[in-house]
């Protein structure tokens, strides 16, 4: 198996295993920082309850009705205006995540 100059195998049998781990790495990162957004269904909801005052807190309950349908139109719209919502603040936190724990292999 040819090296490559950061140290990796980058083909071979032990660089296909390496590329899946990375890509379910990554697929893994984008999963929980997905769920960590503060919409209603995900635990992000639940974080940002926790850190907000108790009034301000029962004030956002009433919003906590719509937060499926907030997710659902932007997973669906996907795209508003050439602008991908979820991708722009997803992408952020992953590639620094996957750069922090995966160093060189990303």
């Known amino acids: 198996a040819a090296v ?7 083909d071979g049998p032990l660089g296909l295993v390496l590329s899946f781990l990375v890509f379910f790495a990554f697929l893994n990162l984008a999963l929980a920082v997905f769920n960590l957004l503060p919409v209603a269904p995900l ?6 309850m926790g850190i907000v005052p108790d009034d ?3 004030r956002l309950e009433g919003v906590a009705r719509y937060g499926s ?3 659902l ?3 669906v719209l996907g795209n508003v205006g050439n602008v991908n919502i979820l991708g722009r603040v997803i992408w952020g936190p992953v590639s620094w995540l996957a750069g922090l ?3 060189d292999l990303v």
């Open 4 to 10: 490559s100059a950061q140290g990796g195998a980058t």
């Open 43 to 48: 635990d992000g909801w639940s974080v940002l």
């Open 56 to 58: 301000l807190a029962d």
């Open 69 to 71: 349908l907030a997710l």
């Open 73 to 75: 139109g932007l997973l």
């Open 101 to 103: 724990l995966l160093g």
